[in-house]
């Protein structure tokens, strides 16, 4: 099935470290959305996007709606512990209804250490 | 406010055999989505359900089938189950025409074996 490209695939960082980390599709979305998902459980949203060139914070979070809409950026600052998890990205090419399935990333698994 | 449930959490059933799993979406959402996701992978997009239809379809056979019921409930049923059918299944929810903002239930680990 349809995934969009995500990177990097996996991160390993110190503890207070910022995090970056983006999404790139073929196809054009109306909608990025980011999501956290912790091992057993399911996706969280964190931040949803949109409007292209949109640059929205969620505390610690900043995500941004690439101007071209085949892309999308999810930077962390300052990480904590409990940032642990996998983050995808999913793009949604409507604006509700009947087109609102979502597409996602491969996953960025981030792994903080104290 | 219960968020989306999901039901069993898990589940053991043996090829060729029949399967279904349900879903209670967030209150207020009437619109429901099942999503595949396997080991490692992103979830895919089974199909979406609202108002007791399939609206949307993603790129699944049909063994694969759902229902919606008058409570917005959903059913996912999967026959003829094949070992590749081993994932974490999870249904999202969304309110219609308000919001894109799918909330996504924990999801029920089936193994195929």
């Known amino acids: 099935g349809q995934q969009l490209n995500q990177s990097p695939q996996s991160m390993f960082i110190q503890e207070g470290e910022d995090v970056s980390m983006n999404c790139t599709s073929s196809?054009?979305?109306?909608?990025w959305l980011w999501y956290k998902q912790d091992p057993g459980e399911g996706p969280v949203l964190l931040i949803a996007l949109y409007k292209a060139g949109e640059l929205t914070s969620n505390g610690r979070l900043t995500a941004q709606f690439g101007i071209t809409r085949k892309d999308s950026f999810l930077n962390i600052s300052a990480s904590i512990p409990s940032d642990v998890g996998i983050y995808f990205c999913?793009?949604?090419?409507?604006?509700?209804?009947?087109?609102?399935?979502?597409?996602f990333g491969t996953g960025t698994l981030l792994a903080v250490q104290p | 406010d219960a968020g989306v449930t999901q039901s069993p959490t898990h589940l053991i059933k043996t090829r060729g055999q029949q399967v279904t799993l349900r879903c209670s979406p967030k209150?207020?959402?009437?619109?429901v989505s099942w999503y595949q996701q396997a080991l490692g992978q992103g979830p895919q997009f089974i199909f979406q359900?609202?108002?007791?239809?399939?609206?949307q379809r993603g790129n699944f056979p049909d063994r694969f089938s759902g229902h919606q019921f008058p409570n917005y409930s959903s059913e996912l049923n999967v026959n003829a189950l094949l070992l590749g059918d081993s994932a974490l299944y999870l249904c999202?929810?969304?309110?219609?025409?308000?919001?894109?903002?799918?909330?996504f239930g924990q999801g029920t680990r089936l193994t195929v074996v």
């Open positions: 999202a929810s969304t309110p219609e025409g308000l919001s894109t903002e799918a909330f």
């Open positions: 999913a793009g949604q090419d409507g604006y509700g209804g009947a087109t609102n399935k979502l597409i």
């Open positions: 359900y609202y108002e007791e239809e399939e609206r």
């Open positions: 196809s054009i979305f109306n909608t």
């Open positions: 209150s207020g959402h009437d619109t």
